[in-house]
Nanobody, 115 residues
Framework: QVQVVESGGGLVQPGGSLRLSCAAS????????MGWYRQAPGKERDLVAHISRSGTTNYADSVKDRFTMSRDNGKNTVYLQMNSLKPEDTAVYYCYVVLGEYNYWGQGTQVTVSS
């Protein structure tokens, strides 16, 4: 069994910052790729950021230079530091961990950017 739990969402004004956390636990014995997707109302789920086993990060063009993903390997935890937030960043943010052929997902955390 693998559990993925996100935290840190909330309401923030445009230009503000939030830090999301995602902890993976259970039958995880190595460092695995992890990442974040987001889904806005009425839209498809889109990739936001991904971190490989080696620590290489990739970002969607829409969040480059504003979002930073990092990882605490000892805790199987990843973070998404989100700065200069815009109303269009409003979405439910989902974390995933890749284990072999499968992606395990969290329940999501709501991020709302509004004045």
């Amino acid at each position: 069994q693998v559990q993925v739990v996100e935290s840190g969402g909330g309401l923030v004004q445009p230009g503000g910052s939030l830090r999301l956390s995602c902890a993976a636990s259970g039958r995880i014995f190595t460092i695995n790729p992890m990442g974040w997707y987001r889904q806005a109302p009425g839209k498809e789920r889109d990739l936001v950021a991904h971190i490989s086993r080696s620590g290489t990060t990739n970002y969607a063009d829409s969040v480059k230079d504003r979002f930073t993903m990092s990882r605490d390997n000892g805790k199987n935890t990843v973070y998404l530091q989100m700065n200069s937030l815009k109303p269009e960043d409003t979405a439910v943010y989902y974390c995933y961990v890749v284990l072999g052929e499968y992606n395990y997902w969290g329940q999501g955390t709501q991020v709302t950017v509004s004045s």
